[in-house]
Each structure stands twice: as C-alpha cells, then as structure tokens.
C-alpha cells in the first residue's frame, strides 16, 4: 500500500524520477497513532523542512485516497522515534514540532499537561503571564525549587506557548551544562571568529531559557559571558526565564552583579506538592499512560511520595512496566513490592550501582541492554566508563562486582575504564561538569 501511494504522488504530481529517488522513495511508515501517522524522513532536519513543505498535501490526499481514511501526517527524524510510542493509542507523547525542536523543548512539557496545586501556582502564574508577553512582564523570570517538582516543565511551556503564537519566535532552550560548554569551547578554539559565532547566537534570540543556572555559577568565564548575554538581551527587551535550585540569595559564589539581575523581575518559588496535588498528577498520568490502577494503589503512592515529581511518575512507570512484561493487573501486594525500592519512608535514597547505571543510562539516553552489551562504539562505551567511574567513586562495592554488573567485563576493562574517566575528570573542566550534573541526579540531596 505504502509504496502504491507514493506511485500516486510521483503521478499526481508529476515528480521527476530524480526527485522521487532523493525525496519520497526513502519515507518510511513509523506508525500510526489515534488518526495521525507518523512518516520516518531517514535523514535530517534540513530534508524534513523541504520534504514537509513540499509533498506534506500531496501525500496526505494520497494516503487519503488509497487508505481511505484521513490522517493527519507528521514528519519525524530517526532520533526522534523513541519520543513515539504508535502502537498505543492513547499515548500521549507526539513528535516535536519543527520550531520546538529547533528550542530544544520536549513536546510534553506543556501547561496543558501541567497540573496546578497550591505548591506551583504562583510559579504557574507567573510562567503564563511571561508567556503571554514576553520580555514585558516579568524579566528575569527565576524559577526555583527542589528536584523534580516541575521547573523544566514548566519552562519549556512557556517556550511552547510563545511559540505557538508566534512560530516564528526564535526561542532557545539550554541547560546550564549545555551553556557552559559552548562557553568554554569557543574560548578553547582560541580564535575570534568562534567566540562571535557564540555571541551571535545566544545575542540573536527572543527568549532565552536556562536551566539550572546553578550549575554556571563558579565557573568564572562562564559568568562573565552570561553577564554579557544576559545584559545583552535584556537591554534589548528580551525575555529571560532562569531556574535554580536556589534563590540568588542562597547562591554563594554568585557574583553580586549578577545575582542583583537576577532579582530585577520576578522570583517564583515551587515547593513540594500537598496530597491532592500529588493524586491529581498521578491521575493524569495514569489516564494519559492508559492503565489502569485502584484509587488504593495511588493513595499508597502518593502517600509515601512527598518531594519529587519525578519519583511520583517513576513510581507508576515501573508499575507500567511490570504490567505489560508480565500481562497482569497491578494489585496493591504488587505495587508494594516492586516500589519498595523507590518507596523508603524518611530514609534518605541509598546509592546502589544499579542506580548508578540506571541514571547514567537515562542521562545518555541510552538503554540497559546497551550499557551491558558488548557494542564498544564511542557512544555506548564512554557512558559504560562513567558508570564505571561512579561505581567506583560512589559507592564501596568491589571492582570485580562493577565488572560483573555492567555485563561480565573483567577486571582490567574495569581499571582502564574508571582511570580514563579519572584522568579526565582532573585535566578536563567539560568533563568534570557532566560527571558533576550527573552526580547531583544520583544523589541530589
Ligand atoms: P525539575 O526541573 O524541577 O527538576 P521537572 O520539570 O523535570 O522538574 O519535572 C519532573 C517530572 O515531573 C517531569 O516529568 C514533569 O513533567 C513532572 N511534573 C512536575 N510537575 C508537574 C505538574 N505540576 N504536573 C504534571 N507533571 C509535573
Ligand atoms: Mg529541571
């Protein structure tokens, strides 16, 4: 069927063979979720752009036409099939959006999907109003809170929904780390032009989101080129919209003439979500993922998760998990045993190597089964390492043991893997910031 539609655009259109050989012949169907089928362009955003703007009628009158039935069409690249889930119906992650893409943002952190409690709603508030309008209301916007309890949500947002009103905004979204490394790199190379690439860039934008500003406070050219971008756009009347751990106040190696910038527009804290809060999220959660739990089990969730968001949902993604590997409904004896990990009442989170692996996978964004295997490609060998390094670092298991855990590597692999990381992490700043960002993930108290 696939390729009689693309015949039918070829014809219909009288698209040269050339054309269809480069263009439409490599589409593949990702999938179809609800009415909108998802058409994997194999190549880059570049292609996306111009195939979308070129075949996106053409192919949906097609599918139209020999399906029979309307679809909605959305363009995806390779990298960003694993936001998708197709087969389930009700998911509700979607592909990103050009624009959004290009700002970096995840398509599900919306306002929609964000879930207003007495904790957030000062911050919630104050995000809308800068959201509808932009460089006007509040600037600076700092938001600031403990981990997990929705400062990137709600950021990006506000990137959202700038964005859809003006698609045209040029909205960037980075965070701390991403910030500082480009910092430090165009300093690095040393040469002129690589610094104003950097200024043209970060000065060019309409808003300017970081995140985690802790994390460039104590890196001393890192602030003073912030300083400048951020005077930069701000004289310029430029939205900036900041997050932190912390208020300015609490940030000690914060330059005072940066901290008192930050305190120039509105500061809105987030605290921990009460009770209703914390059910209404589960419920949202549970209704989007599509499953189904007793009010018993999300009661016992979120009573016994407090401070973190993040935990709230990674509690009913492992429940998730379970019920489909398993093809079993959740009962309370289940949801007790497979969260006893999670759920340690008033205990502060003990450091295992698994969590360990799991954090660095989760950071790199790659699998477990990756981690373990024997793919000693850059990009799966170098999380191995760091996991291997933090292993060693964090906690006290013996060598012999990170070996085994991370796919029955022996012991020298292990020792070359932990001393590389070591090395680096002493002669090399961007690297000491990730083992750092992720050291805080594992262990954020
Ligand atoms: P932070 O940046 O403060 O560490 P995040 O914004 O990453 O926290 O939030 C952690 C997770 O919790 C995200 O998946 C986010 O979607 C979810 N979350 C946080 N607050 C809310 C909320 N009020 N409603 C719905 N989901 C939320
Ligand atoms: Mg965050």
Known sequence: KWDEILQTVKTEHDVSDISFDTWIKPLEVFGVEGNTLYILVPSEQMTLS????????PLKVAIAEIIGTEYEIQFILPEQTRNIRPSNNKGKKTPEPEASKRSNLNPNYTFDTFVVGSNNRFAQSASLAVAESPGEAYNPLYIYGGPGLGKTHLMHSIGHFILERNPEAKVLY??????????????RSGNASAMNKFREKYRTIDVLMIDDVQFIIGKESTQEEFFHTFNALHSAGKQIILTSDKPPKDMETLEERIRSRFEWGLMADIGAPDYETRMAILRRKVESDDMSLSDDILNYIANNIKSNIRELEGALNKLLAYSNLEKTEITMEIAKKELQNIITPDKPREITPQLIIEVVSEHFQISLDQMISKNRSNEIARPRQIAMYLCKTMTDIPLDSIGSLLGGRDHSTIIHGIKKIADEYDSNEQTRNLIETIKKKINPN
């Open 50 to 57: 111009y195939i979308s703007k070129k075949y996106y009628l």
């Open 174 to 187: 980075v965070t701390s780390e991403e910030f500082t490394n480009e910092v430090i790199e165009s300093i």
